[in-house]
Nanobody, 120 residues
């Protein structure tokens, strides 16, 4: 059974930091990419950051220099360190695990989401 278990959301003041964690089933963690997406009220879900199985990273322009994604392979966990948080970072953050090879989606799983609220 595939599971993505997220933790680490909460309320933080502007300029503060939070770290999100996503623990994945071993069967999917090592073979595909992991990512964080977010969805604010009334907006579409958008990519925040992603990391491939080989460690290559990709960030949304809006978070470059503030957020860092990395994976701990022995723990089957991906992290998102969020610094210098802004009110516009407020959203539900979702962990994603996917494997797409030559245009074929082998799997695409989502976590349950964790709320991040940046407010004074």
């Amino acid at each position: 059974q595939v599971q993505l278990v997220e933790s680490g959301g909460g309320l933080v003041q502007p300029g503060g930091s939070l770290r999100l964690s996503c623990a994945a089933s071993k069967s999917i963690f090592s073979s595909g990419s992991m990512g964080w997406y977010r969805q604010a009220p009334g907006k579409q879900r958008e990519l925040v950051a992603a990391i491939s199985s080989g460690g290559s990273t990709n960030y949304a322009d809006s978070v470059k220099g503030r957020f860092t994604i990395w994976r701990d392979n022995p723990k089957n966990t991906v992290y998102l360190q969020m610094n210098s948080l802004k009110p516009e970072d407020t959203a539900v953050y979702y962990c994603n695990a996917r494997r797409i090879v030559s245009g074929t989606t082998h799997y695409n799983y989502w976590g349950q989401g964790t709320q991040v609220t940046v407010s004074s």
